[in-house]
């Protein structure tokens, strides 16, 4: 099994930024992949960015040029820096991983961008 805790959310004016973080724990070896996706209200849970171990990364068109998923040095930790917010970024904000092609999931933290 596999744990993921975010920490990070919170409320931002538009044009602000955020830095989300998601702590892995249990069985973290064999993990190939971590990343984030976002549910906002009334909306499917969509992909917002990914990266695999080896770095290479995925992100969706409404992000591309303002977030950046990173992972940390322990590669248990994993981070979206978001810039330039806007209101529709708005979502609960959940971290992923797969290992061994089992998806798991955190408990999600709320973004919300509103002046």
């Known amino acids: 099994q596999v744990q993921l805790v975010e920490s990070g959310g919170g409320l931002v004016q538009p044009g602000g930024s955020l830095r989300l973080s998601c702590a892995a724990s249990g069985d973290i070896f064999g993990i190939n992949t971590m990343g984030w996706y976002r549910q906002a209200p009334g909306k499917q849970r969509e992909l917002v960015a990914t990266i695999s171990n080896g770095g290479l990364t995925n992100y969706a068109d409404s992000v591309k040029g303002r977030f950046t998923v990173s992972i940390g040095i322990a590669k248990s930790l994993v981070y979206l820096q978001m810039s330039s917010l806007l209101p529709e970024d708005t979502a609960v904000y959940y971290c992923?991983?797969?290992?061994?092609?089992?998806?798991?999931w955190g408990q999600g933290t709320q973004v919300t961008v509103s002046s």
């Open positions: 992923y991983s797969i290992r061994y092609g089992r998806q798991y």
